[in-house]
């Protein structure tokens, strides 16, 4: 009787600490989980990730709808640019109709005639045409008369015909606002290319390659030249001997609404004499200036 107290004492003493450890870990569970809770109410849940980042990408690439004005400027942008049309100040003038009238006198534009290829590099038809510039082509009318060409000749001899037998041109051509030395002053520079160019092509009629090179060429200047005018260019050959041909000319300002006959308030503003020379290459070079 004795022994069975003490065992049953024992076996609670050993069973105990079990019971306590078990009691502690349902109180430690117990407030893990409440800290747990009151910890997940104080914080905001999480934006599902998969909306999160779709918002993003639309946020970040989706445009502004265009307003009636935006979209009107979107439409220019996207259309071709428009060509402007620049008016040609010769075609109406009224001695362009009185030189066409002349059934002795061949209408030429050179530079337009010219290859296509060897415009970009060409001094007047490419460097100096364009809008406010040399505005447009030249027109030029040369003498239909019967020429002798000098090259059939000896080089020694000296051609005594009357120079009316000679080629002779009046072109008509018109300078634009931006070829000026002083402000409002055309510069004389470009007149005097103007020469160099009309009687280049002039003197080419009256050599049998179709070809001079400049040797020598005097400008005297007589009055101011203005832009924006028309201006007419006369020149003749005056004298052929065998590989040279000397050539003068006169530039005349025309004013505003001057008749055919050149009258009313019209101003010479330069003469010009100059040589040129038929290269003794002259069939190997570019015929440029021949029609």
Request: aromatic share 6%; hydrophobic share 30%; with cysteine.
């Amino acid at each position: 009787m004795s022994s069975l107290p003490r065992s049953l004492s024992r076996l609670l003493r050993t069973q105990s600490p079990s019971t306590a450890t078990l009691n502690l870990s349902r109180t430690t569970i117990r407030t893990a989980q409440t800290q747990a809770t009151a910890s997940t109410l104080n914080q905001p849940p999480p934006p599902p990730p998969h909306h999160h980042h779709h918002h993003s990408f639309q946020h970040a690439h989706t445009k502004p709808k265009p307003s009636p004005t935006h979209k009107s400027q979107l439409q220019n942008q996207t259309q071709q640019p428009k060509t402007t049309v620049i008016e040609d100040p010769i075609s109406t003038h009224p001695l362009l109709h009185s030189l066409r009238a002349d059934p002795t006198l061949k209408e030429t534009r050179p530079h337009l005639s010219m290859p296509q290829h060897l415009r970009p590099a060409h001094f007047v038809a490419g460097t100096l045409a364009g809008e406010k510039k040399l505005t447009s082509a030249p027109y030029m009318f040369i003498s239909q008369r019967d020429t002798s060409p000098s090259t059939s000749q000896p080089e020694s001899t000296t051609t005594t015909s009357s120079s009316s037998h000679y080629p002779h041109a009046t072109t008509l051509f018109h300078t634009g606002t931006h070829m000026c030395g002083h402000p409002g002053f055309v510069h004389g520079g470009f007149l005097s290319v103007m020469f160099d160019e009309v009687f280049a092509h002039t003197v080419s009629q009256a050599f049998r390659s179709g070809t001079g090179m400049t040797a020598n060429l005097n400008v005297d200047f007589r009055k101011p030249a203005l832009p924006d005018r028309v201006y007419v260019l006369r020149a003749e050959v005056v004298k052929v001997e065998g590989r040279k041909a000397w050539v003068e000319g006169t530039m005349t300002m025309l004013a505003d609404g001057a008749d055919a006959k050149g009258e009313g308030g019209d101003v010479m503003v330069a003469e010009a004499r100059a040589l040129f020379v038929e290269p003794k290459f002259a069939e190997k070079m570019v015929p440029v200036y021949r029609n």
